[in-house]
Nanobody, 127 residues
Framework: QVQLVESGGGLVQAGGSLRLSCAAS????????MGWFRQAPGKEREFVAAISWSGGNTYSADSVKGRFTISRDNGKNTVYLQMNSLKPEDTAVYYC????????????????????WGQGTQVTVSS
């Protein structure tokens, strides 16, 4: 089993920054790929970013490229999402995801591919 706990969400003005954290426990954190998804009211859960087990490979949605950065610290069993230049359309509940593979699997941008989920953290960007 893997337990994922997100933190760092909140209310921020457009143009501001937030850093989300996801603390993992349970199975060996450094053995699997991690990611972030988000879900706005009335919309489907969408892919944001993913990172391989070592941090050597990262993937981002086009909508956040150049603004969001995913990283991980295997010593702290934590994955991060640094969000800069936030826009009102970034408002959503952000979920941490884990795949039981070293690299994000084929179809990783589909939320059904994730093996584990956190409970989510709300990010609200005001205009």
């Amino acid at each position: 089993q893997v337990q994922l706990v997100e933190s760092g969400g909140g209310l921020v003005q457009a143009g501001g920054s937030l850093r989300l954290s996801c603390a993992a426990s349970g199975r060996t954190f450094s053995s699997y790929a991690m990611g972030w998804f988000r879900q706005a009211p009335g919309k489907e859960r969408e892919f944001v970013a993913a990172i391989s087990w070592s941090g050597g490979n990262t993937y981002s949605a086009d909508s956040v490229k150049g603004r969001f950065t995913i990283s991980r610290d295997n010593g702290k069993n934590t994955v991060y999402l640094q969000m800069n230049s936030l826009k009102p359309e970034d408002t959503a509940v952000y979920y941490c995801a884990a795949w039981l593979s070293r690299y994000a699997p084929e179809g990783y941008s589909d939320s059904r591919s994730s093996n584990y989920w956190g409970q989510g953290t709300q990010v609200t960007v005001s205009s």
